[in-house]
């Protein structure tokens, strides 16, 4: 309160910058990972963690939806952004494996702020070394389960396939919401079928039932191990995240998209990311003033869960 909050250097939430974690108790490290090398379409979610530190600096401490003092519960720094390579994704997938490993080893959870969601590989490689086989709970337009584009391998469009295929999770235990299309093909739809993933897609995003229904069956799938969220702002409607590379009409909106998060309350929260803000493409901050509240619920779920310190 000392400063007025559009002063000073911006960090997440206006919490102390820490990069090196060993020695300090720290809960959760909140890191940026400028890279967009993996996007297919419209480029720019390199520069989302500066303008997601900008758009937090309105962040509070006390969660009236979820009723939770987060930083009285949580020690939360701004571990600064890992260092990727522009243009080499294995050299920039390599460093965010190590830089978050490190953050375990320090005893502490990280939330990656990217990024497109190719980072989200190199994030489940290290929490499956942590944490092994988590659930995934992840919010997107789309299922991020294709193979290949023109011939590569890794991008945007392929991280849940290859981390199913490195056995860092089961396709049971993937929970995909607002999903929608359209598609290039039905065969697309095959290898979501072959491996059990589980969909909410829109249709049944609108039908409250479908709706309880599938965060029940995600309780059941998270009562003994941790879930990860990935969060890809695509998930939500292009009106009020148009800041995004590969936007589909007809998504949630933004307190539908809050209150999801708000429902997986109770369970443990190993990590989580949001990536695929292009702040080039946003329009009065409306997507990165979305991305900081969705990290604030993040934080405000680990504050409430039983475990929140590593183990
Ligand atoms: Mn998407
Ligand atoms: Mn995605």
Request: charged fraction near 25%.
């Amino acid at each position: 309160m000392k400063s007025p909050r559009f002063g000073d250097l911006a960090t997440f939430n206006r919490l102390p910058y820490v990069p090196d974690l060993k020695g300090n108790d720290v809960s959760v490290a909140l890191l940026g990972v400028p890279f967009d090398g993996g996007t297919t379409y419209r480029p720019g979610a390199r520069f989302a963690p500066r303008a997601v530190r900008d758009a937090s600096v309105l962040c509070r401490n006390y969660n009236p939806n979820l009723d939770v003092s987060v930083y009285e519960s949580l020690n939360v720094v701004d571990a600064g952004d890992i260092t990727v390579n522009p243009i080499n994704l294995q050299i920039t997938f390599k460093n965010i494996e190590e830089r978050i490993r490190e953050v375990h080893e320090a005893g502490a959870r990280a939330i990656c702020v990217g990024g497109d969601h190719s980072i989200l590989l190199p994030d489940l490689r290290a929490v499956h070394r942590r944490f092994g086989k988590v659930v995934l709970v992840q919010f997107d337009a789309h299922t991020d389960t294709a193979d290949s584009a023109w011939g590569e391998k890794y991008h945007h469009g392929t991280p849940v396939r290859r981390a199913i295929e490195e056995g860092l999770l089961n396709g049971s235990e993937i929970f995909q919401i607002g999903i929608r299309g359209p598609l290039t093909s039905p065969d697309q739809e095959e290898y979501v079928r072959e491996q059990k993933i589980n969909i909410l897609d829109m249709d049944a995003f609108c039908d409250p039932k479908k709706r309880d229904q599938f965060f029940n069956r995600i309780r059941n799938a998270a009562a003994k191990k941790p879930i990860y969220i990935s969060f890809d702002v695509d998930g939500v409607d292009p009106a009020f995240a148009p800041g995004t590379g590969t936007p589909v009409v007809g998504g949630m909106t933004s307190l539908e998209a809050l209150q999801c998060v708000r429902k997986l309350k109770g369970l443990d929260v190993a990590g989580a990311n949001l990536v695929e803000i292009s702040p080039a493409y946003d329009h009065a901050e409306l997507t990165s003033l979305l991305g900081a509240a969705l990290v604030f619920e993040f934080l405000s779920l680990m504050a409430l869960s039983k475990k929140p310190k590593a183990k």
